[in-house]
């Protein structure tokens, strides 16, 4: 994967990180596991009283195309099923897990964040985007 995004002309940086640097990081992800009463340590949190992202720009916009998708999609969208009845009905029970709130395809889950539905031409460029900014050094 990585000889592919150089042949696109990304650029890929791995640093490892010693237990000893990543102590702080390690404790955050505890916070929302772990009671506070359980820490042995005061943990510094920031509270951010506005926003520090641009609502306005729109980062990974979804095309609907011809994929595992679009049945799905256009059955919650549209109320369309496709023909084959065994098919239909597979679609319909699938359904119950996805939502779509702003045009895109989700799927729900209670104990986690809702999943954003991607094409499989879009894993790269996501991939290459969560990178960007921890590998680039």
């Known amino acids: 994967m990585l000889t ?21 990081a390690d404790s955050l992800a505890n916070v929302a596991v772990v009671d506070e009463q359980h820490f042995s340590q005061p943990i510094p949190l920031e509270e951010i009283a506005f926003p520090t992202i641009d609502k306005e720009k729109e980062v990974l916009p979804i095309k609907i195309g011809e994929t595992w998708i679009t049945p799905i999609f256009y059955y ?38 809702w999943l954003k539905c991607i094409k499989k031409e879009d894993r790269l460029l996501i991939l290459l985007e969560i990178h960007e900014g921890l590998c680039d050094v």
């Open 4 to 24: 592919q995004i150089k042949a696109e002309g990304g650029d890929v940086k791995l640093l490892q990180i010693s237990r000893e640097e990543n102590k702080k």
């Open 76 to 113: 919650l969208d549209q109320g369309t099923l496709l023909e084959d009845q065994l098919k239909a009905k597979i679609i319909v029970q699938r359904s119950v897990r996805y939502n779509i709130p702003d045009g895109c395809l989700y799927r729900r889950s209670y104990i986690q964040p």
